[in-house]
């Protein structure tokens, strides 16, 4: 099986590694996973190496995040933990959805690393005109046990049209809706919306972004179980960041 963008996709002429950003279990007090987010291989931001990946090059990138992801969390995830390993994709970059996938697989079985641990997510700031084909690349994941998940959900271009599309695993609330929630009543309006409306499409919703111990008390009291942002670690260029955990019976 073959597909357009294997055949044309221009060859990648830059280095690039990731570093790695926790997941808090804010109900189990413990890490549930990590994202993968892109760096340059002296550590400089993603948008400095996004900058550099031309139209042509976005298949054959896309495709190269997935295995240096996979290689890194292999090595740096502890034996035996139950970890999931976030990673992004672009969907415009994604051709035939079985066929993009065979590096993806290769490499898990090269790296022994599980595909019920991996965590596939898009954003919604890359805007997406087929929503058919996107339908179909989630359920071309769902058969080989990835999770699906929308990340920025709430800021970009789609928004609720895609729930009425499909429904993914996760939704990641965009940190615009988390900051200085606390402190807002409309923000609290609206995530308890997401929130109502993703337990009745059986969805679990992260929230991204945290930065202070008040927008975290105030979101899991609205009913958060999954936390991502500064407030518990920055990423950590490969490797894993050490994690400010919430003591048992308190979040």
Not at 69 to 86: N, V
Not at 94 to 114: D, G, H, K, M, N
Request: net charge negative; hydrophobic share 45%; proline share 4%.
């Amino acid at each position: 099986m073959a597909c357009n963008g294997c055949a044309t996709s221009s060859k990648l002429d830059l280095d690039f590694s990731m570093a790695f950003q926790p997941i808090y279990d804010a109900v189990e007090h413990r890490v549930w996973g990590y994202e993968a987010l892109v760096r340059g291989v002296s550590g400089e931001g993603a948008f400095e190496v996004l900058s550099k990946v031309s139209a042509e090059q976005k298949y054959r990138f896309d495709q190269d995040c997935r295995v240096k992801a996979i290689e890194l969390a292999s090595r740096l995830f502890p034996a035996g933990e139950d970890l999931k390993l976030s990673i992004n994709f672009m969907p415009n970059a994604v051709y035939e959805p079985a066929a993009c996938l065979r590096a993806t697989l290769r490499a898990a079985e090269r790296y022994s690393f599980p595909t019920s641990s991996i965590m596939f997510e898009f954003t919604e700031n890359e805007e997406v005109t087929d929503t058919a084909h996107l339908t179909n690349i989630v359920t071309e994941y769902r058969k080989h046990g990835f999770t699906t998940a929308i990340d920025d959900f709430g800021a970009g271009h789609a928004g609720l049209g895609l729930l009425v599309e499909f429904q993914p695993d996760l939704i990641k609330i965009d940190m615009k809706l988390v900051r200085g929630i606390d402190n807002s009543p409309s923000r609290q309006a609206v995530v308890t919306g997401i929130l109502a409306m993703a337990r009745e499409l059986g969805i679990t919703v992260l929230a991204e972004g945290v930065e202070t111990e008040a927008e975290f008390r105030c979101l899991a009291a609205a009913g958060i179980r999954l936390f991502q942002g500064y407030w518990f670690a920055k990423p950590v260029f490969e490797q894993l960041p050490r994690v400010q955990f919430v003591p048992a019976g308190t979040a």
